[in-house]
């Protein structure tokens, strides 16, 4: 039941919509968070406590080999004044190797809990929340988006967030609380020397500020050109058949390269921009190391800065600055990403879901069967209707044939009776009641389908049939299988019921998938039963099997079914002729045949058409 692609696309969230969305997303997980940031104020605390004991062993040494001054009080030495030298260094010594150790153990403890909080929590629990979502999005979502964006939404894209959460929220705040620390100890230290040190900073933002302008459309286009190339894989696959059929290897090929190669380009440009970025904000922190060592080293000379508990440790502090600031480099790389992976993800996230039950839905487990179209009419979205002012009326346990060219509206009409869509104007009644007032599970739950092509899973045979009844015992299953006229050859399979079919069940014939969907539909016991032209696709040898097993699955069921051969028009009750969405016939088969019309002319060519692969001398019967 296919429809052309109608859904318009509206304009994205602003980035600040965007980062005030993600970071309530990163709220849920607030504990796992708080727990990382807290790690890492511990790291940090001893990193600074690892370099300041450094500072304090440099003076230390100093001060034994030309006597200078020693602030014990500044140094936080309370040591006894018997102590040699090499006890004082060695106890200075196992403190640093103490706090490596801690340090050590710590950076384990925070690549855990990251991993933790990122990949198996919030990567899991959003595709989780995705694909529960696409779920519940009515067909024209799946018309609008191709199945490689949509892939790449579950998989890159959930990504790219778990990238806003794990290297640029958390890093953000790591790296802010870090600069603010490194910061005060190093005003504390000298005001002076902090604030010729840091006299480039501003420049380091400016330049910040113009990367993300010039990158972040570059990102948006190649993840575009990743998502076309993605769709020519896939179709590349799918289609592998036809492109052998038609000799057009060596044209995919160029294709998917061309594709490819793309996605390449577009990546040279963004890695060059990033190439020359970090080296510049590498080029800039090393200004503040020349400022450093000149205007430092005089400062030392002149007394006014000890050397290890000054300029040692100041020096320190300033490359672990330099280095946070280094990461501004990588947090903006990340945020174009996650940005723009993100407003896809939450694209899948807002779509309305058009198709739902009411707040107050009547719930009926068990349906008669009776259908009823209401002037219906209904539209894809576009200008033109597929389906006009229908009003038709189908009593439970009749069969109804609709025969029609194709754009009649034929498929669209079917669609109204489980509410894959609803209508645009008018009402399908079930049982009385309006199809929008019914619980949707219940409403589905007494409708069986089978369609043109039916789609099978890479599980068991049996697994299939009880797809719309997973609790149903083998017996049921088995019994389904028996009205489809399919126990036969899935007992000739290899593992009979329990045989493992492969991809969309491509290791059965098209019978078989045919007749296992017919076994998948009446396993439910429906009493509403939907066959979208199920056997346009089969010989004249299977479609006498595929009848056998429709005869007895019609049998007490409400059945619309989608027909173009007379020996399926045959079998209906009634027979509605759509054109252009309206009904320009209606009638038993006997009546339509002498009723000159659109049936009639179809009848006549098949025929005429049956006659022709007669033998010589064979007589053709009458309609």
Known sequence: MSVPPSLPTAAGPSNGVLVRRLFGLAWRYRLHCLQVLAIQLVLLTLGIGGLSLTGVGIDYIRHKMDGTPLDANKLHLNLPVAWEYWQVLGLLAGIILLLAFCRAFLNYAYAVSVNRLVQQRLVVDLRSEIYDKLQRLSFRFFDANNTSSIITRVTSDAQSVRMFVDQVLIQSVIMVISLTVYLIYMVNLSPSLTLGCLATTPLLWLLSAWHTRRTQPEYAQNRLLVERMLQVFVEGIQGMSVTKAFGREAEERAKFEAANNA?????????WRVSLFSPAIGFLTRINMMVLLGYGGWLVMQGRLPLGTGLVVFAGLLEQFSGQVNNIATIINSVQQSLIGSRRVFEILDAPIEVRSAPDAIRRPRLTGDVSFENVSFSFGGAEAAVREITLTVPAGQCVAILGATGSGKSALMSLVP???DPTAGRVLIDGIDARRLNLDDLRRNIGLV??????????????????????TPAQIERAARTAAAHDFIMALPKGYDTLLGESGNSLSGGQRQRLAIA???????AILLLDDPTAAIDSETEHEIFEALDRAIAGRTTL???HRLSTLRRADFIIVLEDGRIVQRGTHAQLMREPGPYLHVANLQLVDSRALLPVGTGGGAA
């Not at 996605?263 to 890695?271: D, E």
């Open 263 to 271: 996605c390449l380009t577009q990546q040279h440009v963004i890695f």
């Open 419 to 421: 509410r894959f869509f």
């Open 451 to 472: 369609f043109q092509e039916s789609f099978l899973f890479s599980n068991t045979v049996a697994a299939n049939i009880a797809f719309g009844h997973p609790e149903a």
């Open 520 to 526: 998948r539909a009446v396993l439910l016991e429906p």
């Open 561 to 563: 079914i989608v027909a």
